[in-house]
Structures are given as structure tokens and as C-alpha cells.
């Protein structure tokens, strides 16, 4: 029956790269605009007000929006990569677009799509490698946000008093300064390069590392790891489960897998509204 079927929903994933807005109803994406994230707060958001005002209709409940963070009631605080430092994003698009609107950090959206559509573990993390390194924790079936910003696991410090997203980021730096250009890490470790292998050790320890960190802390049934490194597959998850192998202090293996959602954070921003 008609009325049986789930509300529409705008869900808003916005990231430092690209910005995509997609009208969603259920688990089905109808349509989507994407486009490269302005570097301007002018631009950003009229990009992103045309993009919704474009999807939006009277059957459409409400706006979920996933942000990197940090983020409180609504004020996107100071996220990196994005020209919103202490913008109030929920109450603009509540006064533009007069629906409800609901924004959560965007790798606590990819854990919520998870526990709903993925995994559909009751206790698991996930860990997203972008331009930083996010984390979104699932307890008892719920997002855990402890006081309010829970889930910074690129905070954590490891090798050298270094925090984990620092190494990522200086990882990505090394591989430019060493082959004059960005190189996936897919593309990288098939190279036989002895730059790239040491670059990739190195990597793959302090991945582990900060993985094995977060396990002995929380003891999840999986951990979810999601970003652009999932195109290197199996070979690079392996390399994650065993170095994280070595650092892990509990008598159980935790199980490691790659996210297998498409869209999982523009997925999980529809949940925000739709639940």
C-alpha cells in the first residue's frame, strides 16, 4: 500500500572534496547531485541550497547531514578542509527549507548505516581513512557519542607521539615527495620500488597499531573500514589484519573487514531523519 511506503528524505554528504546531495527514500538513492566541494562559504552554500532546492519536494520529510567534525547543536565548530568554522548549518537550512534537519559527523553517519544496512553488528567500530582519519562506535546497537564528540580515533597518538591521522597524512606526503605525484595505495603496492615497500611497512604498522589500540579498548565483534583504501582489496586488508595481529592483547581475534555499502554516509545522513 502506498501509505506503507518510507518518508522521502534529502540527505546532504558533505565532505572536503565533493558534496553530494541525494533525495532518498527507504533503502533507495532516486536521485543525486554531486559536485566538487567550493572553497568559499558563499559558494558552498549556495551550491549546496540549489542542489537540495533542485530534490525537494512537499512529501520530503526532513535534511540529514553528514560533516566532518567537530560539531555541536548543529554549529559545524572548525572542520578541516571546509571554509564553515562556527556556522550554524542547522538553523540555515531549517530557515530555508522549513523541514527538520538533523547534522551528525559524517563517519558516525557511515557506523549508523552499518548497524542498519551493513554489518548489523550490535558492537563494532568503524574507521575511515580520508583526508583524515575518522571513527564512528556502535554499542549495543546504538552510536555512541559519550559527552558529544566520541569517535575521534584519529586523535589517538602512536609512533613518536604522533597522532594516527598525522602519519596518515605525512604517509600520503611521503609518497609525493618520493614519486612526484599522488600515487593510490593500490597502485603503490605493486611497485617494486624499495621507497614504496618501506613507505608501505611503515604504514601498514602504524595502521595496525591504532587499529589494535582501539580493539584492546573496546573489544567490538568487527571493525569496518571504510574510505578511499578499500579499492586496494584483500591484499591490503590482510596486511592490516596481520600487523594489527601483533599489537592486539586479547585471546580472540576481532574480526577486520572492508564497509560493503555503496554510499554508506549518504546512507547513514537519510538515517538521521528517516528513523
Same mark, same amino acid.
Given at each position: 500500500?502506498? +501509505? ?27 536521485? %543525486? ?10 559558494? #558552498?552554500?549556495? $551550491? ?14 526532513? =535534511? +540529514? ?10 554549529? =559545524? ?29 559524517? $563517519?558516525?553517519?557511515? !557506523? ?14 568503524? $574507521?575511515?581513512? &580520508? ?11 546504538? #552510536?555512541? *557519542? ?15 607521539? @604522533? ?24 597502485? #603503490? ?35 569496518? *573500514? ?5 579499492? !586496494? &582489496? ?8 596481520? %600487523? ?15 564497509? @560493503? #555499502? ?7 545522513? /537519510?538515517?538521521? $531523519? /528517516?528513523?
Amino acid at each position: 500500500m502506498a +501509505g506503507n511506503k518510507p518518508k522521502k528524505v534529502i540527505a546532504v554528504d558533505l565532505g572536503g572534496t565533493n558534496l553530494r546531495v541525494s533525495l532518498v527514500q527507504g533503502k533507495k538513492i532516486i536521485r %543525486y547531485i554531486k559536485n566538487s566541494t567550493p572553497k568559499t562559504k558563499e559558494e #558552498l552554500l549556495k $551550491v549546496m541550497d540549489d542542489s537540495i532546492s533542485i530534490l525537494i519536494s512537499k512529501d520530503v520529510k526532513g =535534511i +540529514g547531514v553528514g560533516s566532518p567534525g567537530p560539531l555541536e547543536n548543529g554549529i =559545524i565548530k572548525n572542520p578541516p578542509n571546509l571554509p564553515l568554522k562556527n556556522f550554524n548549518l542547522k538553523k540555515h537550512l531549517e530557515d530555508k527549507f522549513k523541514r527538520k534537519v538533523v547534522i551528525e559527523n559524517d $563517519v558516525h553517519c557511515v !557506523a549508523l548505516s552499518e548497524a542498519k544496512l551493513g554489518c548489523k553488528k550490535k558492537n563494532f567500530l568503524v $574507521v575511515a581513512f &580520508g583526508t583524515g582519519i575518522g571513527g564512528g562506535i556502535i554499542i549495543d546497537g546504538k #552510536l555512541y *557519542l559519550g559527552e558529544n564528540f566520541a569517535g575521534e580515533v584519529g586523535h589517538i597518538k602512536l609512533k613518536k607521539g @604522533k597522532f594516527f591521522e598525522t602519519l596518515w597524512q605525512e604517509t600520503r606526503k611521503k609518497i609525493k615527495n618520493a614519486f612526484g605525484k599522488d600515487i593510490l595505495i593500490i597502485d #603503490l603496492m605493486k611497485m617494486k620500488d624499495k621507497k614504496a615497500k618501506e613507505i608501505l611497512e611503515e604504514m601498514y604498522d602504524y595502521i595496525g597499531m591504532g587499529l589494535a589500540s582501539l580493539i584492546n579498548i573496546f573489544d567490538p565483534e568487527i571493525v569496518v *573500514l571504510n574510505g578511499g583504501i578499500k579499492e !586496494a &582489496g584483500d591484499p591490503l586488508l590482510s596486511k592490516i589484519r596481520e %600487523y594489527t595481529k601483533k599489537y592486539v592483547v586479547l585471546p580472540h581475534s576481532t574480526e577486520i573487514s572492508w564497509s @560493503k #555499502l555503496n554510499h554508506p554516509g549518504t546512507m547513514g545522513a /537519510s538515517l538521521l $531523519v /528517516s528513523k
